[in-house]
């Protein structure tokens, strides 16, 4: 009798990192001037290209390997590919606000980096694409069985996922403040081939 084997297929792979240094006054500065307005159940910058702000140059670099890091791999293009940052705001969650459940449309890879978090407290839940059509109710959660992911967040970390994947933060319950930089991007060069009708040249 041979042994029997569980084979994992079509994971969705979430990277998880930490910036390992305080932000400077400079980078902190940028940050926590900028302009306010309400979202949904918290509130948002208005501005929305927070990372072309020259004193943060290096953070973006950061967040720039992070996203060429899960690029290389975990997609492992054929052809060279050079991801790029479309948009990036900031996000403020207090006592009793949350980030309702939401994907990024027109983006590759979207992150989260966390300005202020506590991982003790603080987390973002992720949302699996599809569920059974049988519903069995597990005593014991596994990456194959559960229909969401929550992983704790804290100061310096980065989070980076596909873009179509569904996430939210849920309703913040004690009084610290939650402060996050979230970003889109897409990617500059050539998808598919001329061979297959698939070429695309970005």
Known sequence: MTQRRFNLTF????STNNLSRSL???????????ELKANIANRISTNHYVLKHPSLLHLKNFILNEVNEYMNQIDTPENPLEPYITQSWVNYTNLNEEHHRHRHSNSYLSGVFY??????????????????????????????????????????????????LEHMVENKGDNSERISLAFNTFLKGKLGFDDYLTELIL
């Open 115 to 164: 300005i202020k978090a506590n991982r003790e407290k603080d987390s973002i839940t992720f949302f699996r694409e599809f569920t059974n059509a049988v519903k069995i109710y597990t005593k014991t959660p596994n990456p194959v069985n559960t229909e969401t992911t929550r992983f704790p967040v804290g100061t310096g970390d980065i989070i980076i996922f596909p873009s179509y």
């Open 11 to 14: 994971p969705i792979a979430i």
């Open 24 to 34: 400077s006054e400079e980078e902190l500065k940028a940050i926590t001037e900028l």
